[in-house]
């Protein structure tokens, strides 16, 4: 186990590092930051040369590949972070200085358990990519096949292990302090952010998600998920179909190729919408990085490390949320929060209903140029507070994904509005599973099943309880033995003093993670 020491000198360089790059200084003037956080603050600051605006992606670089997933995670956060610093870490550049070919061509062949010439006829030593996980490598199988082959770069596991364990650590003593902490779960922001991680380093599971993803979206036009090279692809290792195309963020070289991008654009927020909304399974890091268009304007995707799964019930109240919002039910949509247990009892629905409607109603019929889902969510982050509602660690991808989306389809094409684009496709999906028809058939398909399955009709009756709100079992957070649990063991006044400034000093580095990433 790694001892409290290790943990906290690791944050208070991290805590240098951020203060280097200015990204301390609106922790300070933060209202729930303690004093000797703010104190210990200024001292990390004291003869550093700070830009005018705080650069939380560069300092998350510098501090590393495990920072950086971190920033990616908190960028679902603007209810923590603030908008502006959510804004900044959505466009973290996952991008790092690429090992030698020769330490991936014996992660290869370690993996693998051949010699690089029995898989492929050619690998390019130079890679195409180099991110904090892996890096690509474009290469022709012995049949000929052009494939792009992804490898974890060396050590990299126990590097992300070692960081998150003071992840965890920082965690848990933020949110034992109470208060706002408290409310904001910090400790199942981390416990998340552990399984999104590890699931993105085993590249079997990458290449699962590929393949499940691409079941689901078989039958949609103009849309494709790359192949997967199932004996060239382990934990470390994985190979999958070449894509030939341009990258969506070179908006110039699509209009030169003849693409509609007014299209390409709405195409893109239909095809994320049937994902979420009627797959509850979807790309959960469509950065501009990842999406792809073919010669004939097909939309390809790819790196599928980070996914997002919502149950059929939370999709149902997503769907009424957006078209709620979209026409102004704002009722409507505070009767879901209160169904949800997202806000909890002893506030008022109709006082709710009211906070959503100062939210809705300046953004309806405007153009994107003026308004955005952004906003939008920020707007509702604004009044979480004010009704004591927790986090949603299920729709923490989601929220991210929007705010991706919509930047992609709005760089693409600046009149977009994203209500006109998405709001006749939330509109038809809840007529089709909510109405009239959809009922009587889902009643008839629960009274077979009662009949034919008795021993289960408790379980099934449970599951349709609004209480649950549709939110999957969170994982479990980290057991951490808290430092000031240590002294009602009966430890010395001598540690005590040693850890007294140790939780000063930990509090000041969970804090920049808290609050800025």
Not at 299 to 316: L, P, S, T
Not at 426 to 438: D, H, S, T, Y
Request: aromatic fraction near 6%; hydrophobic fraction near 45%.
């Amino acid at each position: 186990m790694t001892s409290s020491r290790t943990h906290i000198f690791r944050l208070l360089k991290w805590g240098r590092t951020l203060a280097k790059h200015g990204a301390l200084r609106d922790i300070e003037k933060h209202k729930t930051t303690p004093p000797p956080v703010r104190r210990l603050f200024r001292l990390a600051r004291l003869g550093t040369i700070q830009p005018k605006t705080p650069n939380y992606s560069a300092a998350l670089q510098a501090i590393g590949p495990a920072a950086i997933k971190l920033g990616q995670t908190l960028a679902t956060r603007p209810d923590i972070i603030g908008e502006e610093a959510a804004r900044d870490l959505l466009q973290l550049q996952d991008n790092l200085p690429p090992v030698s070919f020769d330490s991936i061509k014996d992660e290869i062949e370690g993996s693998l358990g051949k010699p690089v010439d029995a898989l492929y006829s050619h690998i390019d030593p130079e890679p195409v990519g180099a991110a904090s996980i892996a890096q690509v490598h474009r290469a022709t199988t012995i049949d000929g096949k052009d494939v792009a082959v992804k490898v974890l770069r060396p050590g990299i596991i126990k590097k992300f292990t070692a960081d998150i364990e003071t992840y965890e650590w920082a965690a848990a003593h933020l949110e034992a302090m109470g208060g706002e902490a408290k409310r904001l779960r910090p400790q199942l922001v981390i416990a998340n952010f552990r399984r999104w991680t590890m699931r993105e380093l085993d590249l079997r599971r990458e290449a699962a998600s590929s393949s499940e993803l691409a079941e689901h979206m078989a039958n949609v036009e103009q849309f494709e998920v790359p192949a997967i090279d199932w004996d060239r692809t382990s934990g470390r290792v994985l190979t999958l179909d070449w894509v030939d195309g341009i990258k969506i963020s070179r908006r110039d070289d699509l209009i030169a190729a003849g693409h509609d991008l007014n299209d390409i654009a709405n195409r893109l927020v239909h095809t994320f919408l049937k994902q979420a909304i009627e797959a509850g399974y979807f790309h959960a890091d469509m950065h501009q990085g990842n999406l792809f268009v073919k010669a004939d304007g097909t939309i390809v995707a790819i790196d599928f490390g980070i996914m997002g799964r919502i149950n059929k019930k939370a999709r149902f109240w997503l769907a009424e949320i957006l078209y709620g919002l979209t026409t102004g039910n704002y009722k409507r949509v505070a009767e879901i929060h209160f169904e949800a247990q997202y806000v909890p009892d002893h506030h008022s629905m109709e006082e709710f209903a009211t906070a959503l409607r100062a939210v809705g109603e300046p953004m309806r019929g405007k153009p994107v140029s003026e308004l955005s889902v952004g906003d939008m969510l920020d707007g509702l982050f604004a009044i979480t507070r004010d009704f004591d509602m927790e986090t949603q660690p299920h729709l923490l991808l989601l929220q991210k994904t929007m705010v991706m989306v919509e930047g992609i389809a709005t760089d693409l094409n600046p009149g977009i509005n994203m209500w006109d684009a998405s709001g006749p496709y939330v509109k038809n999906w809840i007529r089709g599973e909510l109405g009239p028809e959809a009922a009587i058939a889902d009643r008839i398909n629960s009274d077979m099943d009662t009949l034919l399955m008795l021993p289960d009709i408790v379980r099934r009756l449970d599951q349709q309880l609004p209480r649950q709100g549709g939110a999957p079992p969170p994982p479990p957070v980290a057991d951490v033995d808290l430092l000031w649990e240590r002294r009602k063991a009966g430890n010395g006044g001598g540690f005590w003093r040693y850890a007294l400034t140790a939780v000063i000093a930990a509090s000041a580095g969970a804090g920049a993670l808290w609050m800025l990433g």
